[in-house]
């Protein structure tokens, strides 16, 4: 195989997985690993990809690019429903207390979920906690929610409230059930994402919940954002929409995590 053809395969790759690993690939093209280094330099000097330890993702996947909440709401929409209806059903009609809700577009629609929620008691009410403008947004109507919406500094990208006040509130709070996003979660690095101060919030929570249910489609599975918020034995439940990798799944079952898979 040529070099430009290893190079077309190589970016048909990256397009639809994302990622590529410099083993797989010298296995496949039969050639050593390090021609296809090789190969992975010349492409990331032509902008097609990002070199990362043992292999390259696609440009663009950077541990800080962050896209904005119209950019996400609009990707993976029916994985991220099936995800947050999978979610919701821990918090069943008969559940009495607090729910926590992170920011994020996975998290919202769990909101979204939960904004239809009905005590199986009559006069019961769900306490529902968030940080997230748009989640209370959808929840400030619902009869049977009494919500409460912390303050701080609203990030314009993500609409959600951070700062060292949003973590002193959070710190003071025990909720029975803390519903988290990430952009990426993997079995060395754990739960991260692009920025510091909503790092900071998610930490937090992951803190103060009695159980902590983190909800990832299966595009954050093996991915490593610049901030790590959590260690995989920091989190209770991981409700996703396919089943990790082998060693996702190995590194979640030692650190005795509970995955759901929608």
């Not at 983190?214 to 929409?241: C, N, P, Q, S």
Request: charged share 20%; glycine share 8%.
């Amino acid at each position: 195989m040529y070099a430009t053809e290893r190079y077309e395969s190589i970016a048909d790759d990256l397009r639809t997985v994302g990622r590529v690993s410099v083993a797989d690939l010298a296995a496949r093209f039969d050639v050593t690993p390090e021609t296809v280094r090789r190969d992975l330099d010349q492409l990331e000097q032509s902008g097609v990809l990002q070199r990362v330890h043992g292999g390259a993702v696609a440009a663009g996947r950077s541990s800080i690019r962050e896209l904005s909440l119209s950019e996400r709401e609009a990707q993976h929409s029916p994985e991220k429903t099936a995800v947050a209806a999978a979610a919701a059903r821990l918090v069943p009609p008969t559940f009495t207390g607090s729910v926590a809700i992170d920011a994020g577009t996975t998290t919202a629609a769990v909101a979204a979920q939960l904004a239809g929620w009905v005590p199986a008691t009559p006069g019961s009410v769900l306490t529902v906690i968030t940080n997230a403008v748009p989640i209370a947004a959808l929840l400030q109507h619902s009869p049977h929610i009494e919500l409460h919406l912390l303050g701080g500094r609203v990030r314009g990208l993500t609409s959600a409230a951070v700062g060292t006040s949003t973590v002193e509130q959070i710190q003071a709070l025990r909720p029975d059930v803390v519903f988290v996003g990430a952009n990426g979660v993997s079995a060395g690095f754990g739960l991260s994402t692009p920025d510091e101060f909503e790092g900071a919030v998610k930490a937090a929570y992951v803190r103060a919940g009695r159980r902590v249910v983190a909800v990832v489609d299966r595009t954050k599975h093996g991915e490593e954002a610049l901030v790590r918020f959590a260690r995989l034995a920091e989190i209770d439940t991981v409700v996703t929409d396919a089943a990790p990798a082998p060693d996702l799944a190995d590194a979640l079952e030692q650190a005795d995590v509970e995955v759901i898979v929608a």
